[in-house]
């Protein structure tokens, strides 16, 4: 298949589709870092270490590399903030980042999922395909290129790597480089930390108290502390759940009382006007960086004005 367009139009049964359907959830957002690891489980699931029977792109320049691909199992596939990396045994790198409208798909072998996005990239295997759609951020990097990568080159690290600790984090914080930026600012930038956006933002402050305006550097020891072991934790949480920050018992309760799956997922993101679970004060959404920010202006006041 490398030389040539996959058959998209082939029309599997529906039990063909069961298996990429059910682990893809609908987001209602831009996927963030966790939504994006989950992505690279499953593509590592179906390609580390099996043989590549076809290696297939939709731009021409990357397109003449696929059949120097094939010879190369995959050994790792992982995530890095919101870009995803799939790393050959040769010491390549398929580097892809889905923005809005790019989505990864894993179906069987030779069939192709219901949909009108314009295909990028196929990886397949014996058994599985692993199938991006409609991303126009996808490069092949030669070994050692990450440095110089106009997009990797400027990532800081990632929310789920091994070394991003709470003492980490709370040292980086309050770094001459980070510590007068306001918190609201600072949290969607990737160099200061790859793989938070906005529902993360918004539940990360709520849950250490803090107000968007306010910077690292003028938070007392305590709300810092709590800060830095907040932001790994609804990272993680998010990832482990597929989306959910909210503690289990509060998901669960809000659930039995009727409440629409998307009402359930967090604790402030999304939830504007409806009651704050610590206080009851109206939730309030409000325009930051560009994107909408979700506050409760009780557990989170604004700084004095000097
Ligand atoms: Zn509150």
Redesign the pocket.
């Known amino acids: 298949m490398t030389d040539e367009v996959p058959q998209c139009e082939q029309d599997p049964s529906p039990a063909q589709y069961r298996e990429h359907r059910r682990p893809q959830p609908r987001l209602q957002h831009v996927p963030e870092g966790p939504e994006v690891r989950r992505v690279a489980d499953q593509l590592a699931k179906v390609l580390v270490n099996r043989p590549l029977n076809a290696v297939w792109f939709r731009f021409p320049q990357l397109q003449a590399q696929a059949a120097s691909l094939l010879s190369s199992p995959i050994r790792d596939v992982r995530s890095w903030g919101k870009a995803l990396l799939i790393e050959f045994d040769d010491g390549r790198t398929l580097y892809s980042h889905n923005q809005l409208y790019g989505r990864w798909f894993v179906c069987k072998a030779g069939t192709r999922p219901a949909t009108n996005r314009d295909l990028r990239v196929v990886l397949e295997t014996a058994t599985h395909a692993a199938l991006l759609y409609s991303a126009s951020e996808i490069d092949l990097l030669q070994p050692g290129a990450w440095q110089v990568h106009p997009f990797l080159g400027r990532l800081g690290p990632d929310v789920f790597a091994a070394s991003t600790t709470p003492a980490f984090l709370r040292r980086r914080l309050l770094s001459p480089r980070f510590a007068k930026r306001a918190l609201g600012g600072l949290l969607m930038d990737q160099q200061f930390l790859a793989g938070l956006g906005n529902y993360l933002r918004s539940e990360i402050l709520f849950a250490a108290g803090v107000h968007p305006d306010r910077r690292a550097g003028d938070l007392d020891d305590a709300t810092i502390a709590l800060l830095a072991r907040q932001i790994p934790a609804m990272a993680r949480r998010a990832y482990l759940t597929a989306g959910e920050t909210a503690p289990k018992a509060w998901v669960r309760a809000r659930k039995a009382a009727g409440r629409p799956h998307r009402a359930c997922r967090h604790l402030v993101f999304e939830r504007e006007e409806e009651p ?1 679970a ?2 009851g ?1 109206s939730i309030r959404r409000v325009d930051y960086s560009g994107r909408r920010l979700y506050l ?1 202006p ?2 989170q006041p604004e700084p004095l004005k000097p």
């Open positions: 704050c610590a206080c004060t409760c009780t557990c």
